[in-house]
């Protein structure tokens, strides 16, 4: 299974970016899908993740900023970013898994997120 993500760029503080994440390959039923990120120096963390029947979790930095969704049709997962702040900035990552026929777990590229003015 391979992870496309897209949608990363240079957004002012107080902005907004969508990042989408397309899957595609080997696909049975992709389970969880989520985003994590990591900035410089810092180490990998969970950004959101959502289940395949919808169920969600943030992180509580971006609560209420953040909003994540997919559409299982398309094998998609999105993450919407509203009102972006300086420590946001981080190479995005996203994330999925599957079990069948064995437990998979598999990751995007990276896209980049910069929030500066």
């Known amino acids: 299974v391979q992870l496309q993500a897209s949608g990363g760029g240079l957004v002012q503080p107080g902005g907004s970016l969508r990042l989408s994440c397309a899957a595609s390959?080997?696909?049975?039923?992709?389970?969880?899908m989520g985003w994590f990120r990591q900035a410089p120096g810092k180490q990998r963390e969970l950004v959101a993740a959502?289940?395949?029947?919808?169920?969600?979790s943030y992180a509580d930095s971006v609560k209420g900023r953040f909003t994540i969704s997919r559409d299982n049709a398309k094998n998609t997962v999105y993450l919407q970013m509203n009102s972006l702040k300086p420590e946001d900035t981080a190479l995005y990552y996203c994330n999925a898994d599957q079990n069948v026929p064995y437990y998979s777990q598999y990751w995007g590229q990276g896209t980049l997120v910069t929030v500066s003015s």
């Open positions: 959502i289940t395949s029947g919808g169920s969600t």
């Open positions: 390959g080997s696909i049975f039923r992709l389970n969880v």
